[in-house]
């Protein structure tokens, strides 16, 4: 059975710095594709950042320069720096997984993340 489970979330303040971690289990961890999205109330779910199984990332525009990802292989765990939040970056966090040249992608739970004063 396949489980993402993410943590770190909470609420920050506005500069403030979070980082999320996704511990996956009952994949090969190593061959997946992983990737960090994020949906706002009343929003469509978009893509944060990801990384390949071979350690090559992508970035939304509105995250360049502030956050970063990350995956720790021996430990089965994709993370994600944020630094600088904004207000904006508020969102529910979720964790993907995908095996490259495969239709099935995996899902966890999501994490909240408040940015506010």
């Known amino acids: 059975q396949v489980q993402l489970v993410e943590s770190g979330g909470g609420l920050v303040q506005p500069g403030g710095s979070l980082r999320l971690s996704c511990a996956a289990s009952g994949i090969i961890f190593s061959r997946y594709n992983m990737g960090w999205y994020r949906q706002a109330p009343g929003k469509q779910r978009e893509l944060v950042a990801t990384v390949t199984s071979g350690g090559n990332t992508v970035y939304a525009d509105s995250v360049k320069g502030r956050f970063i990802i990350s995956r720790d292989n021996a430990k089965n765990t994709v993370y994600l720096q944020m630094n600088s939040l904004k207000p904006e970056d508020t969102a529910v966090y979720y964790c993907?997984?995908?095996?490259?040249?495969?239709?099935?992608?995996?899902w966890g739970q999501g994490t909240q993340v408040t940015v506010s004063s």
């Open positions: 993907r997984a995908q095996r490259p040249i495969s239709t099935t992608v995996y």
